[in-house]
């Protein structure tokens, strides 16, 4: 009776894990993530790092391969090819945001935007803020059709389920890597003070005589990403905590332009977005004609 009683349990816990995972949700929420991020890919190959595009004209000796790129094997870029993927990129996307052939197409716009962050990334820094967005561009097309429908899909709430542990791994490991290369001297050191006289706006610079608000600061934004696992709980728990989240993103914005857009962008897998409304579109006076007005109205 004990090993059947374990059995069991491990079953039932087994189920409501895989339960958790494939929750049913609206499917009208994949598609607007599909419009938010795929428009977001345009906006980032055009502005916030078409800088990229350099890359295709620097040396190839400054070409360090991140992991992937060496285990595939990828070359240094040339020019003809980031202009290529600039290209492509823009196309696709553009394609991809009209709801044609979801799959094929959203499967194109990943492969391109993960090559265009491996020629970003093999030359110096990595920016995490792309791990939740990259995570969301693979799962969105494993979805197929999405429309502005109340149905639920499980496929739909297993997408949106990685697109959300993404998000708070990305935070959660942040702290992580803060304290394993920093220690407990990046709580007590003058972590954000360097970052304000590096690259401090108006707003931050207001804050170099408050060094004891920013060591605060430093211990409020540890506790903050520790604590990300709230944002996969359910009511106002998770509602605070995602209003906290957009703040601090914002103040990191004002205060050393710091910007976190792709993984805000990602933020959008929390909110109910299937309670948009559908945009205006133009109809014609033939087929829809106006009601005439009730008497006594305006």
């Known amino acids: ?30 598609f607007w993530l ?22 295709g004209s620097v040396s190839p000796e400054l070409y360090r391969p991140l992991w ?25 996307a553009g394609v991809a945001m009209t709801g044609w052939r979801p799959r094929l197409t959203g499967s194109i716009v990943f492969l391109l935007y993960l090559e ?16 939740a967005f990259l995570v969301a561009l693979a799962v969105l097309p494993t979805v197929g059709e999405a429309r502005r429908e109340a149905t639920l899909s499980d496929a739909a709430g297993w997408a949106i ?32 003070l360097r970052a304000v006289l590096r690259r401090g706006t108006w707003l ?11 060591r605060a600061g430093q211990y409020a934004l540890v506790t903050f990403e520790l604590a990300s696992p709230l944002l996969l709980s359910r009511g106002k728990l998770r509602l605070i905590y995602l ?21 805000v962008i990602c933020l959008l897998a929390f909110t109910p977005l299937e309670s948009l409304r559908e945009p205006v579109r133009f109809v014609s006076p033939k087929l829809h004609r106006r009601a005439p007005p009730r008497l006594g109205s305006p």
């Open 1 to 30: 009776m004990t090993n059947r009683a374990a059995t069991s349990r491990s079953s039932a816990l087994f189920n409501r894990w895989i339960d958790w995972w494939f929750v049913p949700l609206p499917i009208a929420r994949i």
């Open 34 to 55: 599909r419009v938010f991020l795929y428009g977001f890919v345009l906006v980032d190959v055009l502005v916030t790092t078409s800088w990229v595009s350099m890359h």
């Open 68 to 92: 992937l790129a060496r285990v595939f094997a990828v070359p240094a870029p040339g020019p003809a090819f980031v202009i290529g993927m600039k290209v492509a990129l823009v196309v696709c």
């Open 116 to 131: 265009w962050m491996l020629i970003a990334f093999s030359y110096g820094k990595v920016n995490h803020d792309r791990v």
């Open 161 to 192: 389920r990685c697109i959300q542990v993404a998000v708070v791994l990305t935070y959660f490991l942040a702290a992580y890597a803060k304290l394993r290369y920093g220690g407990i001297e990046w709580l007590n050191g003058a972590t954000l």
């Open 204 to 214: 931050g610079d207001e804050l170099r005589d408050f060094p004891l608000l920013l």
């Open 243 to 263: 209003w906290l989240a957009v703040a601090f993103h914002v103040v990191t914005w004002l205060t050393l332009k710091i910007s976190f857009l792709p993984h």
